[in-house]
C-alpha cells in the first residue's frame, strides 16, 4: 500500500520545490515512525559569511507528551547543497536529536561560501523533510548594494490568519528579524471584532497556560504547525530574537508580572526559555542557569552591521506599576536599566568599531517615548514595558548613535500592536529613526485603542501609526533605507489581500524619516 503524506514535486513558493515524499511498503517497513516526523517543519537561521544553524524537531505527535517520541536519542542526517535537487552537496553529516532538548536538532553548518543560496533538509530513517532554502552572508568587507529584510512577530495563533507570512514570503527576502512573542502565553477569553462583540477564535491554543517545559513545548507545536509560518522559515534564514509572551506576559529578568518570588519565578523561565531554544534556528544555548541569550553583532558586507540587543533578559524590573502609566520617581532611579553592563559595552564597541554605511539596532520594544495621555488628559503617559520606562538607558542608546560614524542609524522594533514610523530625538536633532512592525496577528483585526490620531497631534516626532496586522520590509542601500509597511485586510478570514500602507524613507547623511 503506497500512502501519499504529502504532494510530489509541490512547487513552494516559486522555485523552492519540496522532495516526493512517498511511504512505499518497503520504506514503511523500515521505519520506526509512525507519522510523518517533520510536521514541525525547518528552519535556518544566524547566517554568517560561511554558514547557519539549521534546525528541525522530531515530532511525530506534535500535540502529545514528548511530541510521541520514544525517550531515546535519534539519529538525524542532514544535508546542505547549492541546488535544489540535492545533486550538489555541499556539506552533510548526523546529529542527535536528544529527547532532553525535545529531540530538536541544531545543526552548526560552517565553511561554506559567503553570497550563497543554500538548500537544506533533513532525513530520519530514510524519510525526507521538506526542503528549506538559505543564503550565506556578503564576504567580511565587500560591496553590497543592497539588503532587504522582514520584521515579523507578535503571533498569538488565536488572534488570527497568518497570512502575513505568506506575503512575507512571497517578497522573497534576504532574511527575517524575529522580535518575538512567537507563542503567547495566555489564552484570549473573550475574543472580540472591530466592534468589541464577540467572535468565534479562528484556532485556539491546545493547552491552558503553560508552567512546565512540556507545556511550552505544545505551544510552539501549536504555532508551528502552521503552513504560512513554515512556507516563511522555508525560504530564508532567521535571526530570532525572544520578547517577554515567549515566558509571560511583561516579565524583566527575575520579575513576573504577578511579583511571584522571583527564586520561584526563574522556573518557569528555564522552562519557557529552554522550549524558545529548542523550536528556533538560533546558535545560544541555555547555560547551566537556564539563560539563553541572544545578542549578536552581524555585519553586511561593508553595507550594514545589525546589533541585535536583549532587551528583556537583564532589564530592572518595570517602574511606577508598568504598563501604561504616568511617571514617578523609580522611573528616574539609579540603575533603573534596560540592559546589563556587559551588553552596553558591547553595543558601544559595536559602534564604536562599525565602519559599515548603516548601524541598524533590530530589538524588541519600542525606543521612542511618545506621551501616550487620552484626549483631555491631564498628564503625560508612558509604557513602561517599553523604554519609556528606561529613560536614562533611552538617552544612553541616542549618546551611543549621536556618536555613530557617518551617522546613519535606523532602529528596527515590534511589540505594540500597531505600526509606528518615528524619528528618535536628542538635543532637539534626529539621531536615528525606528519602523515599528505592527503584529502578525495579535489584538486581531482590532486596535490596541483608539488614541493614535492623539498621539500623533502630542507627538511631533511620530510621523504615522496604523493600527492593521501585518509586517515591515526593509530595504537598505548605501543611499538609504525604505521601511514598507504591508498590512492585511483581515486577519480573521484566510488569504486575505496584503498590500503597503505606507512607505517611510531615510536617505544616508539626512536624518529624519520622509514619505516614500
Ligand atoms: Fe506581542
Not at 70 to 94: L, N, S, Y
Not at 454 to 467: C, E, G, T
Request: hydrophobic share 35%; net charge negative.
Amino acid at each position: 500500500m503506497t500512502q501519499l503524506l504529502t504532494p510530489s514535486r509541490r512547487t513552494l513558493l516559486g522555485g523552492l520545490v519540496a522532495a516526493p515524499f512517498v511511504l512505499t511498503g518497503r520504506a514503511r517497513a523500515q521505519l520506526s515512525f509512525s507519522e510523518f516526523p517533520f510536521s514541525l517543519g525547518v528552519a535556518a537561521g544566524d547566517m554568517t559569511p560561511d554558514g547557519f544553524v539549521i534546525w528541525t524537531r522530531l515530532a511525530q505527535q506534535p500535540l502529545e507528551p514528548n511530541g510521541g517520541m520514544p525517550m531515546k536519542p535519534v539519529t538525524v542526517d542532514w544535508e546542505v547543497a547549492t541546488d535544489e535537487d540535492f545533486r550538489q552537496i555541499a556539506a552533510k553529516g548526523q546529529e542527535q536529536a536528544w529527547p532532553e532538548l525535545a529531540h530538536s536538532v541544531h545543526v552548526d553548518v560552517a565553511k561554506l561560501k559567503p553570497a550563497t543560496r543554500y538548500f537544506y533538509r533533513f532525513k530520519c530513517d530514510g524519510l525526507p523533510s521538506m526542503v528549506g532554502s538559505v543564503t550565506t552572508l556578503p564576504a567580511p568587507g565587500s560591496m553590497v548594494d543592497k539588503v532587504r529584510f522582514a520584521a515579523v512577530g507578535c503571533q498569538h495563533l488565536e488572534h488570527g490568519w497568518y497570512t502575513a507570512y505568506r506575503d512575507a514570503a512571497r517578497q522573497n527576502p534576504d532574511f527575517m528579524f524575529h522580535y518575538g512573542d512567537y507563542i503567547y502565553e495566555y489564552h484570549d477569553p473573550w475574543p472580540r471584532d472591530r466592534e468589541g462583540l464577540p467572535i468565534t477564535p479562528v484556532r485556539r491554543y491546545s493547552r491552558p497556560t503553560p508552567m512546565s517545559l512540556e507545556d511550552y513545548r505544545v505551544r510552539y507545536a501549536d504555532t508551528k504547525l502552521d503552513g504560512d509560518l513554515q512556507a516563511a522559515h522555508a525560504v530564508c534564514g532567521w535571526y530570532c530574537t525572544y520578547d517577554d509572551h515567549e515566558v509571560e506576559n511583561n516579565w524583566a529578568s527575575i520579575y513576573d508580572q504577578e511579583n511571584d518570588p522571583p527564586e520561584m519565578f526563574v522556573y518557569r523561565r528555564r522552562a519557557a526559555l529552554q522550549a524558545w531554544y529548542e523550536h528556533m534556528p538560533v546558535r545560544c544555548k541555555p547555560t547551566a542557569d537556564g539563560l539563553v541569550d541572544f545578542h549578536r553583532r552581524v555585519d553586511y558586507g561593508t553595507l550594514a552591521r545589525f546589533h541585535y540587543p536583549n532587551t528583556r533578559l537583564y532589564r530592572s524590573d518595570q517602574p511606577c506599576g508598568d504598563n501604561f502609566k504616568p511617571d514617578c520617581a523609580a522611573r528616574h532611579a539609579p540603575g533603573q536599566d534596560m540592559l546589563n553592563a556587559a551588553q552596553w559595552t558591547w553595543l558601544e564597541e559595536g559602534f564604536r568599531s562599525s565602519r559599515n554605511a548603516w548601524n541598524i539596532v533590530p530589538q524588541q520594544v519600542m525606543v521612542c517615548i511618545p506621551d501616550r495621555r487620552e484626549k483631555g488628559g491631564s498628564q503625560p503617559i508612558y509604557n513602561m514595558d517599553s523604554w519609556g520606562g528606561y529613560p536614562a538607558a533611552q538617552q544612553h542608546l541616542l549618546e551611543i548613535f549621536a556618536k555613530a560614524p557617518g551617522g546613519n542609524v535606523l532602529v528596527v522594533t515590534g511589540d505594540e500592536h500597531r505600526n509606528y514610523a518615528n524619528d528618535l530625538i536628542l538635543r532637539d536633532k534626529v539621531v536615528a529613526s525606528e519602523f515599528v512592525s505592527t503584529s502578525i496577528t495579535s489584538n486581531g483585526d482590532r486596535a490596541d485603542d483608539d488614541n493614535s490620531a492623539n498621539m500623533l497631534a502630542n507627538n511631533s516626532f511620530v510621523k504615522w501609526i496604523n493600527d492593521q496586522r501585518g509586517y515591515v520590509m526593509t530595504e537598505v542601500t548605501r543611499e538609504g533605507c525604505t521601511g514598507d509597511y504591508r498590512t492585511v485586510e483581515t486577519v480573521t478570514k484566510r488569504d486575505a489581500p496584503v498590500a503597503s500602507a505606507a512607505k517611510w524613507a531615510v536617505a544616508a547623511g539626512k536624518p529624519g524619516l520622509v514619505k516614500a
